[in-house]
Nanobody, 124 residues
């Protein structure tokens, strides 16, 4: 059974930074495509970022390009999301997700495993 556990959410002022982490097994981190999604109140869940393999290949949603960075920390067995220049519209529950295959995905339907989510709130 695949377990994904997010951490690092919280309250931050606009312009600030947060770093989210998703703890997963080394096997999943090494072999499967993984990503981050978010869901704001009253909105659909949307793609944020994804990576495959060693983490050299990364993909981002248009709304976070240039501000967010997805990466793997092999020493800690985590998938991380560094979020800079945060805006109030980044407020959402952020979810870590993994695919059962190693090819990248950018839609909800392509992901097989999900964490419980962590709340990020950006105040203006």
């Amino acid at each position: 059974q695949v377990q994904l556990v997010e951490s690092g959410g919280g309250l931050v002022q606009a312009g600030g930074s947060l770093r989210l982490s998703c703890t997963a097994s080394r096997r999943i981190l090494s072999n499967n495509a993984m990503g981050w999604f978010r869901q704001a109140p009253g909105k659909e869940r949307e793609f944020v970022a994804a990576l495959i393999g060693s983490g050299v290949d990364t993909y981002y949603g248009n709304s976070v390009k240039g501000r967010f960075t997805i990466s793997r920390d092999n020493a800690k067995n985590t998938l991380d999301l560094q979020m800079n220049s945060l805006k109030p519209e980044d407020t959402a529950v952020y979810y870590c997700a993994a695919r059962a295959v190693r090819w990248v995905g950018t839609t909800i339907a392509e992901y097989d495993y999900w964490g419980q989510g962590t709340q990020v709130t950006v105040s203006s």
